[in-house]
């Protein structure tokens, strides 16, 4: 289960989250770990691609406090990736001491099969930032031209 309080990173994808933040003289496009966990957990979502973490990333980034999700408003999606895997409301609950532990678990999978689709996207690239503009541009206009162009709305 996660670690309390805490969002880990899976080790073998530890590198690749280094690359993709702008701090120390980094060019990546996020500023924070916590922003490239968060994007990554709603790309693995889109992708219904939520993969266990194996072995856990001890430094950098070590595991991340949730309280870092949280200032910066994270927490909803946190939640509503729960919310959306079980369906079930109950799930934010404080009652039951787990539930935060499950949500986070949730959350780190999905995360990680984010990580897993940007590590096969990003493969090759020197600039993240361009490609993960363009990666983002493709799958808007993929998902505009999958739906069926239907003349019968302009017959009256």
Known sequence: MAETGRIRVAKDKADLVKALISSDGGTGPFQTFADVIVFAAALGAKHKKRVPLGEI???????????????????????LLAITETQDIKFLSFQKENNNERRNFTFEEYANGGLEILQTELRGAVDYSERILLFLSSERFQDDSEEEFDLSRFIS
């Open 57 to 79: 990333s001890k430094r950098e980034p070590s595991p991340i406090p949730q309280e870092q999700f949280i200032v910066r408003g994270y927490d909803t999606v946190i939640n």
